[in-house]
């Protein structure tokens, strides 16, 4: 049987690169509550302050046995403390470069029994699982899955009178405006159309809350970083390059002028910020019951 090539697209490439700069488990934005100071040392506090949040949506796994799925599990940093917490939960992500870095966490906790699946959501093996999760969990995940696959999906797999759990951001109104900053940021359903697609779901909507202030300082952090320590960075490493191996620093622009430039755009134009954010993209919690039958 032919081994199958590993490959990466850019969006994991930018979820990896993120992750690993800032030298954080979250893949997610954290919460960033009035009383905490906007620092890069506070974001493991605004990270624990939003998966605390989203366990507070769950039953007490004190009262009788829950089984969670978190879809798009990332480093399986949520997924390690649902353990620890005493749910039963089972993880999934597609990404064999993060599904390496979960199953090192599931191997730290020998005693717990958790099932990793390494495909799209979109590929789940349905008629295996039916009513078997009491809990949907997606943590910026939601995003990256088409609506139209995810809900059939989970109306089948969550248990009647379960709960689904979808925190991430959408596309506002706003989106292909032009004005400044429009497409530096990529992602997010359009939010218009998933609340029509949610009032048209079987799912009962138990709240929903807007909590972009509290998300979006993180791209202040974030756009101060890029701007302030990895652009010079790059531009070191470009001059030198440029010194020591001009002729193929420019055959190397050249090809990749496109790729540069659109890269300039999104992550060194400092229009990658809280306001842009804000304008651009609505962060959403929202909390969904399977109806029961
Ligand atoms: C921003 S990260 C969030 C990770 C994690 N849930 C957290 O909160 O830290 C998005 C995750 O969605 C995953 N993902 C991307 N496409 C997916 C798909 N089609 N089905 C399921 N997960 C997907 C990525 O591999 C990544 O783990």
């Known amino acids: 049987m032919s081994k199958q090539k590993e490959t990466m697209d850019s969006r994991e ?19 960033w509550d009035d009383d905490l100071e906007l620092k890069f040392a506070n974001i493991a506090t605004a990270q624990q302050r939003y998966t ?20 798009g599990c990332g480093t399986g940093h949520i997924l390690g403390q649902l353990l620890d917490h005493g749910f039963k939960a089972d993880g999934l992500v597609p990404a064999p470069g993060f599904a390496k870095l979960v199953n090192q966490r599931l191997d730290e906790r020998p005693g717990k029994e958790a099932k990793l699946f390494t495909i ?8 295996e699982f039916e009513n078997t999760y009491d809990v949907a969990l997606f943590s910026e995940s939601f995003q990256y899955i088409p609506v ?24 506002t109104e706003h989106a292909g405006d ?42 202040e952090l974030v756009n101060n970083f890029l701007m302030n320590t990895l652009s010079p960075a790059g531009q070191t490493i470009g001059r030198y390059l440029r ?6 620093s420019k055959v190397v622009s050249w090809l990749f002028r496109k790729k540069f430039a659109r890269l300039k755009f999104k992550y060194f134009s400092g229009l990658r910020s809280k306001e842009t954010f804000e304008r651009y993209k609505t962060y959403h919690h929202i909390v969904l019951r399977n109806p029961a039958n």
């Open 13 to 31: 490439l930018g979820l990896v690169l993120g992750q690993q700069l800032l030298g954080v488990d979250d893949m997610h934005y954290g919460m």
């Open 243 to 248: 010194l020591n191996y001009p002729k193929t």
């Open 178 to 219: 032009g004005g400044a900053g429009d497409g530096s940021f990529g992602g997010g359903h359009d939010w218009k159309t998933f609340q029509q697609q949610m009032s048209d779901s079987p799912f009962e909507l138990v709240s929903d809350e807007d909590i972009t202030p509290k998300m979006s300082p993180n791209l």
């Open 120 to 127: 799209p959501f979109e590929e789940f093996p349905v008629d």
């Open 148 to 171: 139209e696959a995810s809900f059939p999906i989970l109306e089948k797999i969550v248990k009647p009178g379960g709960t689904i759990i979808i925190c991430d951001f959408f596309r």
């Open 52 to 71: 605390d949040m989203l366990i507070a949506d769950m039953p007490d796994p004190g009262q009788g046995e829950v089984r969670v799925f978190d879809i």
